[in-house]
């Protein structure tokens, strides 16, 4: 090992060698920007979401056998790939040789949409067909946890894997499918798949050379140095010479810990190959693992032994512990070692200290190994870095002896714990006394606790509910004084495990049959159901074609902003931004920066040439801070280095001086200060004092609903190229709005928007955080690129992009309602806050959305509401998807939830009594023609079998203590066509070359929601071509000037409008010629046409209607939208009272969706938007650390969309059966993409339904306000009962501060 050697791997089959290798590199550096390979995406950094996921091969010599695994590139260390063969989504299939059918089947089943996620989940699910050719249905939900997706809501994904099971009819797919459910793998899709010969064959030269993996190497560069030791001799020979280099094992710890700081030890020693550490072996007395034995492998042992230890439970205890820790991805390279050596905590530092484990420790130049027992005291930080942990011994359980081990998420699937609890009990035989005891808690301090006074109390008394009583006591008071944010909640779960344990302990020992432990076990299914016309089948509208773009997404070839190879001496781009919510600038100091390496220049505001401020309520934002800072994460400069490491590394160099100011962060403080904007809204109809007089019953309440984050799985990214004449520049972004971003740099360059070519070819994900968040990226980065004059690329790293970009507005609403005992309403007074943020932004207008979309359901004859924007020094609130709605939706909804209560009705009862007819006026002058509402609604009713479920949901709560169910419905009306006429107008480009293939642009942006597939059939359609005739390359400024923003779901009326306007004019100019020669192809007429010179390109323009709205000036009235769109759902959850944590049953959707332009790609975006909705209605919180001033999240790895595990596990969808009033000038469709996400309200309605139900339980009647989100620790707190009661006095560190 005294050499340097090559570092040696296959990608995809063909061998790399690294001469020096940089141990701190990654393998997603390495694939993305040394091997091009830029289909592993990377999306998060943080292991968290599972969009950077391929498989990983080696040859085991002592097995003889190819091992395979999943593993996060973005925390894979290059340097331990050593003798392994890699495989990335490029190597499974490519447009040019074939798909796999794991990526076939995802496009036929519609499983993407942006497709950012797309090749993660393909390497995982092809990944687990390479090591399980019989999986079960829990083994796809299982092999996908680690995958996020924010687009599709998963259904698609898991059925187009399922599809692709090699158990073929006997598949769990293959079962129990509804009749008369469409089945979208019918559909007529190209034959794309490859043959299995050209799967890429594990290299022959790794299986016979053993010496990759079983001799010892070092590796040296960039002044660090690597070892990889195979034997425990040699590792203690390489920590003789170099005392300091610190143990790698997986690395999942120390990359974002050490190497991602920084913070790099110049000597690394990698242990995964060291054999001694490798042991997995049992006795009757104990199991030892070795310290590099990953959790995989220990699962795979643990799995597989038949001797269990006497009370059966120690084995059972670690396969759960193990089983929840992080995904596979993460499982397959994290080793016990790593977890138990770094500081946690951890979940299996919990159930080591339960169970006594003893580990064994050595160092260089120690003859024999030390033992340490693992107590409460065990600090991984207090080991010599010489000292090496070996193994782990873990004593089996003796006869009547037990250890449960259990772990309460926030979300179930890929999260850490809030808390972890394990318990170690002895009976005595004959007396079921209590022998022994130890119960441990984790999580809420740093380190496990073991709760003495537990053990006190216990030992000596029977095992009797009584015990369990007094121990609960025990417990708050052990805990009570622990300084932990969610203390009560920790307290409350701490005791639920107890009790858990305990009555599983009741069970064991056939003193009771009760089972406390968990939620229903389900596993997810769903159906669509729509109608296809068949009677004219030259209209490819309305058929469900996959999205244009699959294949390429589906194999990694499709390009995303930071895809497009490095330009030669482009820079990277770093900001440099405010670590303060509100502070005055006194100096900001470059020099350090400037000296740091690959460091090129610096800009900050007095770079900016032209204007400085930006804003859509008008010029308030700076691009640059100069003197003030507002929020956290404001940009104050940017430092341009060769690399983005080296930019990023630089960035934290700048030394900015502060002087702090005071902060506003919530609706309340803002409303107590006065903190608002000038702008609100208000509207009065009939006499509202009146209104409440009149009625018989008045009531009064408030309601709270929080932000939310996109969380779009592509961040924030622009590519700035500086062209050599003329001041030109193209810019590549993932904007929503080209042309308003056009505009903008213009202004901060002084340059015309003519030589400013804003180029978007799609975008990974959205959902409105890409309209605005993206001027200052993309401002700054042209700044730089002008100033240095070259090409410049920024790409936000996640936590970056999550603390410093606006939100969805948290929203606060305080209302009086009045109403006669019979149900019908009579008066609503609203008064609304938005938490806007720091700058006003896009808030006006989404105030100016929730006004019609509160007043639009329930007919009230007296109603006053207004709307304020509160100023707070959070970043500024923006759109996101429903821009408003959601919001508005879930005041009134529950609204009518707190009346239905009050009144003892049935809240379905009380909505129908209520809800506008066919033909009425809504408060906004609007006439409710082809008012499909309550066709959905009864559809829905009808679908979910409403009546029926209520009464078994009632049924299950009278049957069932420790777990509810709540079921309800839920409404929506969405409207489409911006109010101001200003905005409803799009323009198109449609050119037909030589061959007769066509090229479509159009202004719209392509970000998941299959826009361009829409736009490429209704060309097709109008030229009457087969649609791969026709092509859609990217949105450009200079092929479509001013176009609109991508947003209000109205895109593809508005765009399509103007497509269809393009292809009509070639068609009419073609017309002539088509009367003279009726026979001839298309590819005929068009070269007849060229020959006849007839202009065979064409601009399309499209507007839609005459009269706009304007809020200020109500009283002239006008149309404040083209239509609406309607739909209905009705959720069946389920909530754990003693944890809060829930699941969704059941949900049946009803969507009207006009004549769908594709029902496949529309069905998409109702189950995406229903699941997102689903995240803000229960775990996604935004807070914020008043100190700290920021937002706590950072990014996927703590702020917690839905995963695979979070959706309905019966998700049934159909859209409205002829549907009238649809969008006639685009096909009769109607506009897709944000109502959907409405109807999670109903989620919510169902989980207050279900607390309700727990309350009554507890003794507590009557109507409970559950807030929004409705987290697990919300409701547990509100399902109440004795635990809770326990913890009433507890105090806690500091209150969860939600925006
Ligand atoms: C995305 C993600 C999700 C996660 N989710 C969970 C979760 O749900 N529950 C949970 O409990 N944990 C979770 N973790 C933490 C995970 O369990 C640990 O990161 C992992 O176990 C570390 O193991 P490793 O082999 O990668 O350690 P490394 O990162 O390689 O090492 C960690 C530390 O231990 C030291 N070390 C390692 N082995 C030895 C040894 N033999 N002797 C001396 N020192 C040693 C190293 O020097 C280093 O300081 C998650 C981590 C990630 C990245
Ligand atoms: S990018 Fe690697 S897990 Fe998210
Ligand atoms: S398709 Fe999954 S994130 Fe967009």
Request: hydrophobic residues 35%; proline residues 5%.
């Given at each position: 090992m005294e050499e340097p050697s090559a570092l040696v791997f296959f990608v995809n089959g063909k061998k790399v060698s690294i001469d020096n290798p940089d141990p701190r590199i990654t393998l997603i550096q390495y694939l993305r920007r040394t091997l091009y390979l830029t289909g592993t995406k990377e999306a998060c950094s943080q292991g968290a979401c599972g969009a950077c996921t391929v498989m990983v091969s080696y040859y085991n010599h002592h097995q003889r056998k190819i091992v395979h695994y999943s593993c996060n590139a973005c925390l894979t260390l290059l340097c331990t790939l050593h003798g392994t063969a890699i495989t990335t989504v490029e190597g499974v299939g490519s447009t040019r040789n074939g798909l796999h059918t794991v990526q076939s089947n995802l496009l036929k089943y519609y499983g993407l949409q942006c497709g950012f996620c797309t090749p993660g989940m393909v390497m995982a699910m092809y990944t687990m067909f390479r090591n399980n050719t019989r999986p079960e249905a829990d083994d796809f939900e299982r092999a996908l946890e680690g995958n996020l997706c924010r687009c599709t809501g998963y259904r698609p994904i898991l059925e187009a894997f399922k599809s692709s099971c090699p158990k073929g009819k006997s598949c769990c797919m293959n079962m129990d499918n509804d009749e008369g459910e469409m089945?979208?793998?019918?559909?007529?899709?190209?034959?794309?798949?490859?043959?299995?010969?050209?799967?890429?064959?594990?290299?022959?030269?790794?299986?016979?050379?053993?010496?990759?993996?079983?001799?010892?190497?070092?590796?040296?560069?960039?002044?660090?140095?690597?070892?990889?030791?195979?034997?425990?001799?040699?590792?203690?020979?390489?920590?003789?010479?170099?005392?300091?280099?610190?143990?790698?094992?997986?690395?999942?710890?120390?990359?974002?810990s050490n190497i991602r700081n920084n913070k790099t030890p110049k000597d690394l020693v990698s242990c995964t190959g060291v054999l001694e550490l490798k042991v997995m072996k049992q006795d009757e007395n104990e199991i030892v693992f070795g310290s590099a034995v990953t959790f995989s492998e220990m699962e795979q042992f643990l799995s597989s032994l038949t001797l269990k230890d006497a009370g059966g439970t120690l084995v059972d205890a670690l396969l759960e512990g193990i089983r929840w820790i992080a995904a596979d991805q993460v499982r397959n390279v994290a080793t016990i070692g790593g977890h138990l050596m770094s500081t946690g905590p951890h979940d299996l530092q919990t159930l080591m200290m339960t169970c006594g484990a003893i580990l064994t420790f050595q160092s260089a130049g120690e003859k024999t190994p030390h033992t340490i027992k693992y107590s409460e005291g065990f600090d991984p930080n207090s080991f010599s870095p010489s000292s090496i942990l070996i193994s782990v011994r873990l004593p089996r359980n003796q006869k009547n002896e037990f250890i449960f081990f259990g772990k309460q998420p926030f979300r179930r699937g890929m999260d850490y714990a809030v808390v972890n609890a394990g318990l170690f009990i002895k009976i005595e035989e004959q007396s079921s006394g209590i022998k022994d005891m130890r119960f441990c808690v984790g999580n809420i301090e740093s380190k496990p606790r073991y709760l003495e006074n537990v053990t006190k109390k216990a030992i000596g008394s029977p095992c009797t509910e009584q015990l369990l009583e007094d121990i609960g006591d025990v417990?708050?008071?052990?805990?009570?004084?622990?300084?932990?944010?969610?203390?009560?909640?920790?307290?409350?779960?701490?005791?639920?495990?107890?009790?858990?344990?305990?009555?599983?302990?009741?069970?064991?020992?056939?003193?009771?049959?009760?089972?406390?432990?968990?939620?229903?076990?389900?596993?997810?299914?769903?159906?669509?159901?729509?109608?296809?016309?068949?009677?004219?089948?030259?209209?490819?509208?309305?058929?469900?074609?996959?999205?244009?773009?699959?294949?390429?997404?589906?194999?990694?070839?499709?390009?995303?902003?930071?895809?497009?190879?490095?330009?030669?001496?482009e820079l990277s781009l770093a900001l440099v931004s405010s670590s303060r919510a509100h502070a005055k600038i006194l100096s900001v100091d470059f020099s350090a920066a400037l000296e740091a390496p690959g460091v090129e220049d610096f800009v900050d505001y007095r770079d900016v040439p032209?204007?400085?401020?930006?804003?859509?309520?008008?010029?308030?934002?700076?691009?640059?801070?100069?003197?003030?800072?507002?929020?956290?994460?404001?940009?104050?400069?940017?430092?341009?280095?060769?690399?983005?490491?080296?930019?990023?590394?630089?960035?934290?160099?700048?030394?900015?001086?502060?002087?702090?100011?005071?902060?506003?962060?919530?609706?309340?403080?803002?409303?107590?200060?006065?903190?608002?904007?000038?702008?609100?809204?208000?509207?009065?109809?009939?006499?509202?004092?009146?209104?409440?007089?009149?009625?018989?019953?008045?009531?009064?309440?408030?309601i709270e609903t929080g932000a939310q984050e996109h969380l779009y799985m592509e961040p924030c990214s622009a590519l700035i190229c500086p062209k050599k004449e003329d001041k030109e520049m193209d810019i590549f972004v993932g904007s929503q709005d080209p042309s308003g971003l056009q505009k903008w740099i213009g202004q901060f360059l002084l340059i015309p928007c003519n030589r400013i070519n804003v180029k978007v070819k799609r975008?990974?994900?959205?959902?409105?955080?890409?309209?605005?968040?993206?001027?200052?990226?993309?401002?700054?980065?042209?700044?730089?690129?002008?100033?240095?004059?070259?090409?410049?690329?920024?790409?936000?790293?996640?936590?970056?992009?999550?603390?410093?970009?606006?939100?969805?507005?948290?929203?606060?609403?305080?209302?009086?309602?009045?109403?006669?005992?019979?149900?019908?309403?009579?008066?609503?007074?609203l008064q609304f806050y938005l938490n806007a943020g720091a700058f006003s932004g896009l808030s006006p207008l989404v105030l100016n959305q929730m006004m019609p979309g509160m007043a639009s359901i329930y007919k009230i004859p007296h109603y006053s509401s207004t709307g304020h924007l509160c100023k707070t020094n959070i970043p500024s609130s923006t759109a996101m998807r429903g821009f408003g709605m959601p919001q508005a939706h879930f005041i009134i909804q529950s609204i009518m939830f707190d009346v239905s209560k009050h009144l003892g009705m049935s809240l379905n009862r009380l909505r129908e009594m209520n809800t506008f007819r066919e033909g009425d006026t809504d408060m906004y002058g609007k006439v409710l023609s082809d008012f499909n509402l309550i066709r959905c609604w009864e559809d829905c009713k009808k679908q979910s079998n409403f009546n029926t479920v209520e009464k078994e949901v009632t049924d299950f709560n009278r049957d069932n203590k420790w777990r509810k169910r709540g079921v309800a419905m839920s409404p929506c009306i969405f409207f489409f066509g911006y109010p101001p006429l200003s905005a409803n107008y799009a323009g198109a480009l449609v050119n037909v070359y030589k061959d007769g293939s066509v090229l479509i642009s159009h202004g719209g942006i392509e970000m998941g929601q299959g826009l361009h597939t829409k736009m490429c059939q209704i060309a097709a359609t109008v030229l009457g071509i087969p649609l791969h005739q026709v092509h859609l390359c990217e949105t450009s400024t200079h092929s479509v000037p001013h176009s609109t923003e991508s947003g209000g779901s109205f895109v593809a009326d508005i765009n399509g409008g103007a497509v269809k306007n393009a292809c009509e004019v070639i068609k009419e100019r073609l017309s002539v010629l088509k009367e003279t020669m009726p026979n001839a192809s298309w590819t005929e007429l068009i070269n007849a046409a060229i020959f006849s010179r007839i202009n065979l390109s064409a601009t399309g323009f499209y507007k839609s209607r005459d009269k706009g709205y304007n809020f200020k000036k109500q009283e002239e009235g006008g149309d404040y939208c083209l239509y609406h769109g309607y739909g209905a759902a009705c959720t069946v959850t389920e909530i754990d009272v003693l944890t809060g944590e829930n699941q969704i049953l059941k949900t049946d959707i009803v969507f009207d969706v006009g004549k769908s332009l594709n029902p496949a790609i529309d069905v998409g975006q109702i189950e995406g938007g229903f699941v997102q909705g689903c995240g803000m209605m229960t775990s996604e919180q935004v807070t914020v650390n008043p100190e700290a001033g920021l937002i706590e999240a950072c990014g996927p790895i703590n702020y917690k969309i839905p995963g695979i595990r979070n959706i309905p596990k019966d998700f049934k969808v159909t859209l409205l059966k002829e549907a009238a009033g649809g969008h006639k000038e685009v096909y009769s469709s109607k506009g897709i993409g944000e109502p959907p996400l409405l109807l999670a309200v109903s989620l919510h309605l169902a989980l207050r339904e279900a607390v309700i139900a727990a309350r009554k339980a507890n003794g507590l009647s009557g109507n409970y306000r559950l807030e929004c989100p409705a987290t697990p620790e919300r409701i547990r707190m509100a399902c109440a009962g004795p635990i809770v009661e326990k913890c009433r006095d507890v105090k806690e560190e500091r209150k969860v501060i939600q925006v």
């Open positions: 089945n979208m793998a019918d559909q007529d899709v190209d034959n794309v798949n490859k043959h299995e010969s050209q799967e890429v064959i594990f290299p022959n030269e790794l299986q016979t050379n053993p010496s990759y993996r079983q001799t010892s190497v070092k590796f040296a560069g960039g002044g660090y140095t690597w070892y990889r030791p195979t034997s425990l001799s040699d590792l203690f020979r390489v920590k003789a010479n170099n005392p300091e280099a610190v143990v790698v094992m997986g690395a999942q710890s120390i990359l974002g417990i708050v008071q052990e805990l009570k004084n622990s300084r932990a944010k969610q203390l009560k909640y920790k307290i409350t779960l701490a005791c639920a495990f107890f009790f858990k344990f305990y009555k599983r302990l009741f069970k064991l020992l056939q003193l009771s049959e009760e089972d406390t432990f968990g939620l229903t076990p389900v596993h997810s299914s769903g159906a669509q159901f729509y109608d296809v016309p068949t009677d004219d089948n030259s209209h490819i509208v309305w058929q469900p074609v996959p999205h244009v773009s699959s294949k390429s997404i589906t194999t990694g070839e499709a390009v995303y902003v930071d895809d497009i190879p490095e330009y030669k001496k032209g204007e400085m401020l930006y804003g859509e309520s008008g010029p308030e934002t700076p691009l640059l801070a100069d003197n003030e800072v507002t929020h956290f994460g404001q940009p104050i400069a940017g430092i341009l280095a060769k690399t983005r490491e080296e930019a990023r590394a630089a960035a934290k160099l700048v030394k900015v001086e502060y002087e702090n100011l005071p902060a506003v962060f919530t609706i309340d403080d803002a409303i107590e200060k006065n903190s608002l904007f000038e702008f609100s809204n208000s509207t009065e109809q009939g006499n509202i004092e009146q209104g409440m007089t009149e009625s018989e019953v008045t009531l009064e309440g408030v975008i990974g994900g959205a959902f409105g955080g890409k309209a605005v968040d993206i001027i200052p990226l993309t401002g700054i980065a042209s700044v730089a690129a002008w100033k240095v004059n070259r090409p410049v690329r920024c790409v936000f790293q996640r936590d970056y992009d999550v603390r410093a970009t606006g939100k969805r507005h948290g929203t606060k609403a305080f209302y009086k309602v009045g109403f006669n005992k019979d149900g019908k309403l009579n008066a609503l007074s």
